[in-house]
């Protein structure tokens, strides 16, 4: 599989930006997606997770009520709809594919990135 984020960019604080992540292959649909992010001089850190089918979405605290993971399976996409971004939302932001349907099972492939950037 092969995974391709994009729609990142440059934006101000309280700002808006949305990011897709579209998957090669015909086992999208399989499994779980998520995105990660990683800022200068910080670990890799998962921002949100959801499952095969999805019903199921989660979230780091962090981004919680701010964030909001989708996904079409007709399109092999997930989406991360990020709203109310502030300046420590400014990261290179990576989606993930699950290693089995459920967030649970955890993410073993990562792709691209697509940075983000939050001015003050």
């Known amino acids: 599989v092969q995974l391709q984020a994009s729609g990142g960019g440059l934006v101000q604080a309280g700002g808006s930006l949305r990011l897709s992540c579209a998957a090669s292959?015909?086992?999208?649909?399989?499994?779980?997606m998520g995105w990660y992010r990683q800022a200068p001089g910080k670990e890799r850190e998962f921002v949100a997770g959801?499952?095969?089918?999805?019903?199921?979405?989660y979230y780091a605290e962090s981004v919680k009520g701010r964030f909001t993971i989708s996904r079409d399976n007709a399109k092999n996409t997930v989406y991360l709809q990020m709203n109310s971004l502030k300046p420590e939302d400014a990261a290179v932001y990576y989606c993930?594919?699950?290693?089995?349907?459920?967030?649970?099972?955890?993410?073993?492939?990562w792709g691209q990135g697509t940075q983000v950037t939050v001015s003050s």
């Open positions: 292959g015909s086992t999208f649909n399989s499994y779980a």
């Open positions: 993930a594919k699950g290693r089995a349907g459920l967030h649970i099972s955890g993410y073993d492939y």
């Open positions: 959801i499952s095969w089918h999805g019903r199921n979405t």
